[in-house]
């Protein structure tokens, strides 16, 4: 597993910043990637992790990092799941919250309310996932979503990384993040041998 | 006017820069110094947070700002006023930020009769620009025009009212911004449709309902002396201040398209 999170870190690391990545994964690596971006690229580059999750609350996500023992000290979350879910959870001091993930305006304005907060002191933006946003969004604003946020992000000259599971892709997904990343990077499962 | 010409005559323009950074992008830099502004919308919009960060900005920038609060006492209004960032108690403490609330203005002038004619306007107008002469202050907020409106008896007074304020307030280099609440469904951006006609600039906050979720809205619909986007954006008000990301349209093209 540390090696798999080291491997897509090492991709990571060359890329330039500003840069617009599809990480395109199965399910298996999910975690793996999580790790990988998380706990290697980040602290080595010094950067604020600013995590969009529309997949799961971020509560949930938290404890898996806390599980992995991730430090949390310098990742934020955009949570787009937990006030639709009308979930009960207690509010993370760590986590900000939109109330659905149709309201794509507003991750922006979340994003940039977490970039001003932490000073800009360098930061990555991962949105996890492009397949949970397609489900609420039609893929004519998903696009214009995500061509104004990663040019805005670009100019600020913060990453983002765009999390992509296989299994729910579809050829308007593919299409849509040809157009606004600069590279994909499909996340290999390890080989036994 | 060719358009090097133009963009030269643009450059020279004194600007009121807001210190609202997408306000300021779309306005090309600030408001034109000495505009009078319109902020208009209904209830819930963020005309007083938007004001309120503009006046706290001026007087971070070293200018006087005064607020001039009509319905809501000033000692309220602070209490509920968002805990910005980049608030500092000292702004208040050593006069470049100053709050009044109008009834008091109203009783120290003994303008006490629940309609004004064209003698006691004078009288409010001649009040204010003296208040802003000798507090040397640089930007205006009048919230709102609308509860002023009650005492004004034809929409000839209130023409009266706003042009003078609004002239004389610019000779003295003042920016000024005149909140105007309009009902969510109005057509026009003002009680009476007079303060829009006779303002340098209109900016239109709205709520609006997008599948089920409502989203603050900002457009600047109108600003003399300067380029501007007339674009809609969605705003955020946030203790960094209010945030500004352009309204997405989803693709779609003219009624009845895709």
């Known amino acids: 597993m540390r090696e798999l999170a080291a491997r897509i870190a090492q991709r990571l690391m060359d890329l330039p910043e500003g840069s617009a990545v599809a990480l395109r994964m199965g399910a298996d690596q999910y975690f793996d990637t999580i790790r990988g971006i998380l706990d290697v690229y980040c602290p080595k580059k010094e950067l604020e992790a600013l995590y969009v999750t529309s997949t799961i609350p971020s509560r949930s996500i938290i404890n898996a990092l806390d599980v992995l023992e991730i430090p949390l000290e310098r990742i934020w979350f955009v949570d787009c799941i937990s006030q639709i879910m009308m979930s009960s959870a207690e509010k993370h001091a760590h986590s900000i919250y939109v109330e659905s993930p149709t309201m794509l305006e507003n991750i922006m304005l979340k994003v940039e309310y977490l970039i001003r907060k932490t000073q800009s002191r360098g930061a990555v933006i991962i949105v996890d996932s492009i397949n949970s946003l397609a489900i609420h969004n039609n893929t004519k604003i998903l696009s214009e979503f995500l061509h104004i946020m990663v040019n805005n992000l670009r100019s600020k000259k913060a990453s983002t990384l765009i999390f992509s599971m296989e299994q729910y892709e579809n050829e308007d997904i593919r299409n849509m993040m040809n157009l606004v990343c600069d590279e994909t990077i499909t996340v290999e499962a390890e080989s036994s041998g | ?258």
Do not use: W
Request: glycine share 10%.
């Open chain 2, 1 to 258: 006017m060719p358009s090097r010409e133009r963009d030269a005559s643009e450059v020279r323009v004194d600007r009121c820069v807001t210190g609202i950074e997408g306000l300021d992008n779309i306005l090309d830099g600030g408001i034109p110094r000495g505009n009078t502004v319109l902020i208009t919308g209904s209830v819930g919009t963020g005309k007083t947070s938007l004001c309120l960060e503009f006046l706290v900005h001026g007087a971070l920038y070293g200018e006087n700002s005064l607020y001039i609060s009509v319905t809501e006492s000033t000692d309220k209004l602070l209490k509920n006023i968002i805990p910005y960032d980049f608030f500092e108690d000292k702004l208040v403490k050593e006069g470049q930020l100053h709050f009044l609330d109008l009834p008091v203005i109203y009783d120290r002038l003994g303008l006490d009769r629940p309609e004004f004619d064209y003698e006691e306007i004078n009288i409010l107008v001649d009040a204010v620009v003296n208040l802003v002469g000798e507090m040397r202050i640089r930007r205006l907020v009048l919230d709102s025009i609308t509860s002023v409106t009650y005492r004004l008896k034809s929409e000839e007074i209130l023409r009266e009212f706003v042009l003078k304020l609004g002239s004389r307030l610019s000779t003295l280099g003042c920016t000024t911004l005149i909140v105007s609440e309009i009902s969510p469904t109005g057509e026009r951006y003002s009680t009476y449709g007079v303060e829009e006609a006779i303002s340098d600039g209109i900016v239109v906050m709205g709520n609006l309902e997008r599948r089920g979720d409502l989203l603050r809205t900002l457009q600047v619909v109108k600003m003399r002396g300067t380029m501007h986007s007339r674009a809609k954006y969605v705003l955020d008000l946030t203790t960094t201040g209010v945030l500004l990301v352009p309204l997405l349209k989803g693709g779609s093209v003219a009624a009845g398209g895709a």
